[in-house]
């Protein structure tokens, strides 16, 4: 049976498409809203998104309420307010500022993040002789990726004294949220603290989603969730109220059986140990169906092979993924689930995002940002 969304969408040939539920976006945005109810929240759409489509994902949010939107680069800011209506919320643009990335932040008034001395005088340049413009500041906390330390944090701070720019937020990043055991986020907590306070008129910004999770005191003025809105880390949620948004689908292109003791896929990695029937199904690594899903590969001394769903029933991997192709082994299924041009998933209502990554030895954010351009992106 074809696939509900194709007979209604231009699609050509047997290529795989990711369904978004956009209902299921804004519930768990919404969901992630009261859970902080003291704050703004926001949401990172980086990346296109996570994948899905920043555009799409961006008017979705904005639909819900969302009016804080986080992407990594400039660009990827203009995208977003190409998306959006009227100029009634804030772009934060995250890292990279040079020049060139300043002009475009002035230009399409999106708010960079300094999060080095040589960013901040990037900006302050870039409004010489112009109106002061709004930037958001981020101070290193622990993680040692991108921000200032104290001493830059008041040296920034004497900078804007100076004038050319306001500063709107502060902020900084958790790097162990999601590991409710961990202490390094109250050490973190804690640091942000004492540095925001330097700035004390001005919002202050902590939490991503597992920060979220962890409570009020993480809470602050803004939070910037991104993968929980998108359906990873559901588990974190401890009201379970999180849902799926994205289903891969790959579709059957062939259905063959083969003879106990030969062999399936590159390398013939796969040695058949039963007469096994194999569906081939139309996606591979170019795709994002990451090769470190194959049946055969280091990681399944820790993590069995990922499954796909067929007809609602789970069959596993067969050898290795290929560039476009994989191998399905379906000989437990019901012969008539099991037809070319039917629909396999990948991940979604039946597999969890998280366990298809995690069975790939990597998380959700990796499998939905590895989403390649040949899959569609069809909103239901
Ligand atoms: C990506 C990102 C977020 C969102 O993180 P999630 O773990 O996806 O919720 C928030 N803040 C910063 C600085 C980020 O880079």
Redesign the pocket.
């Known amino acids: 049976m074809t696939h509900p969304v194709l007979s209604a969408v231009p699609h050509s040939g047997r290529r795989p498409f990711v369904t978004i539920d956009g209902w299921a976006l804004k519930s768990n945005w919404r969901h992630m809203a009261n859970l902080a109810p003291g704050a703004r929240t926001g949401a990172?759409v980086?990346a296109n998104g996570?994948g899905l489509g920043a555009p799409y994902v961006a008017k979705a949010l904005f639909a819900a309420g969302c009016r804080d939107f986080?992407v990594?680069w400039a660009e990827e800011g203009a995208e977003v307010r190409a998306a959006l209506p009227g100029m009634n919320y804030r772009i934060f643009v995250?890292q990279g500022l040079d020049a060139a990335a300043a002009a475009i932040c002035r230009e399409q008034k999106l708010i960079p993040?300094l999060s080095t001395l040589d960013d901040v005088r990037i900006w302050q340049e870039a409004g010489i002789g112009k109106l002061p413009a709004p930037a958001a500041l981020?101070f290193e906390t622990g993680m040692n990726r991108?921000g200032m330390d104290e001493a830059d944090a008041r040296r920034a701070l004497a900078i804007a004294r100076g004038g050319g720019f306001d500063i709107t937020l502060v902020?900084s990043?958790l790097a162990s949220?999601?590991d409710p055991t961990s202490g390094q986020s109250e050490g973190q907590r804690a640091s942000f603290e004492r540095i925001a306070a330097l700035f004390p008129h001005v919002a202050r910004s902590l939490a991503?989603?597992?920060?979220v999770f962890l409570g009020k005191p993480f809470h602050f003025d803004l939070t910037?969730?991104?993968?929980?809105?998108y359906g990873?880390?559901r588990t974190l949620d401890p009201q379970e109220a999180l849902r799926p948004v994205a289903t891969l689908h790959a579709q059957i292109l062939q259905v063959r059986t083969a003879a106990r003791g030969e062999a399936a896929g590159y390398g013939a990695s796969a040695r058949l140990e039963r007469a096994t029937r194999i569906a081939t199904i139309g996606i591979g690594y170019a795709d994002g169906f990451l090769r470190s899903s194959s049946g055969v590969t280091p990681i399944r001394a820790v993590e069995p092979a990922p499954e796909v769903a067929i007809g609602g029933r789970r069959a596993p991997v067969l050898g290795r993924v290929s560039m476009d192709l994989t191998l399905i082994d379906v000989t437990d299924l019901p012969d008539d689930s099991v037809v070319p041009g039917e629909v396999a998933e990948i991940f979604g209502p039946t597999i969890s995002l998280d366990e298809t990554a995690r069975r790939a030895g990597t998380i959700a954010?990796e499998f939905l940002t590895s989403l390649g351009p040949r899959v569609s992106r069809f909103p239901v």
């Open positions: 990172a980086k996570y986080f990594a995250l993040v981020q991108l902020m990043h949220a999601d991503n989603s597992a920060g910037r969730p991104g993968i929980a809105l990873g880390e954010y």
